[in-house]
T-cell receptor, first 113, second 114 residues
């Protein structure tokens, strides 16, 4: 079983602060995805990173895939209350003609106004 | 509306009941999934149907039975469930983007077993 550990599990910050969420594993993944889930909804894809060392930016969110493709981080600059939610990382491994995703336990973020 | 529709959104059932969860997607995706989301546990993959071939997690109890009549519809049949089966059941479908499967989730069916 491949495990993805996310840290921290919970984070409560004030609007305007910066934060980083980590996703670590001892396994190598072909790609890694980040999702955000809001209450009463399913997870929604934020980004997919494929290449070791890759950095992707989505407005105030910066995603990085580790060089060895075992870990990833999500950095949010100047957090806003709208960023509140459960952030999930998911590592992909090849399965047949497609991929199988293993999810981390999630980081629950609350941004207070 | 994400393109993946799940019904019902909420379900309360007794341990002796039989019920079914339904999932529908019209995104043209060719794989569909059932995930279980419990408090304090990572999302657990229960079943995958890809091109109508089923792959399952061997740890899923037989009281959960999936059915995929076509590439747009997926069911999860429930019978003689236990209180610990109470959870959010998420359906997803997927497409491949840059060699990676990208999931589109439904809003989930919140199940409570009394």
């Amino acid at each position: 079983t491949q495990l993805l550990e996310q840290s921290p599990q919970f984070l409560s910050i004030q609007e305007g602060e910066n934060l980083t969420v980590y996703c670590n594993s001892s396994s190598v993944f072909s790609s890694l995805q980040w999702y955000r889930q809001e209450p009463g909804e399913g997870p929604v894809l934020l980004v997919t990173v494929v290449t070791g060392g890759e950095v992707k930016k989505l407005k105030r969110l910066t995603f990085q895939f580790g060089d060895a493709r075992k870990d990833s981080s999500l950095h949010i600059t100047a957090a806003q209350p709208g960023d509140t939610g459960l952030y999930l990382c998911a590592g992909a491994t090849r399965w047949g003609a497609g991929n199988m995703l293993t999810f981390g336990g999630g980081t629950r973020l609350m941004v207070k106004p | 509306e994400t393109g993946v529709t799940q019904t019902p959104r909420h379900l309360v059932m007794g341990m002796t009941n039989k019920k079914s969860l339904k999932c529908e997607q019209h995104l043209g995706h060719n794989a569909m999934y059932w995930y279980k989301q419990s408090a304090k546990k990572p999302l657990e993959l229960m079943f995958v149907y890809s091109l109508e071939e089923r792959v399952e997690n061997n740890s899923v109890p037989s009281r959960f039975s999936p059915e995929c009549p076509n590439s747009s519809h997926l069911f999860l049949h429930l019978h003689t469930l236990q209180p610990e089966d109470s959870a959010l059941y998420l359906c997803a479908s997927s497409r491949e983007v840059a060699g990676a499967n990208v999931l589109t989730f439904g809003a989930g069916s919140r199940l409570t077993v009394l």
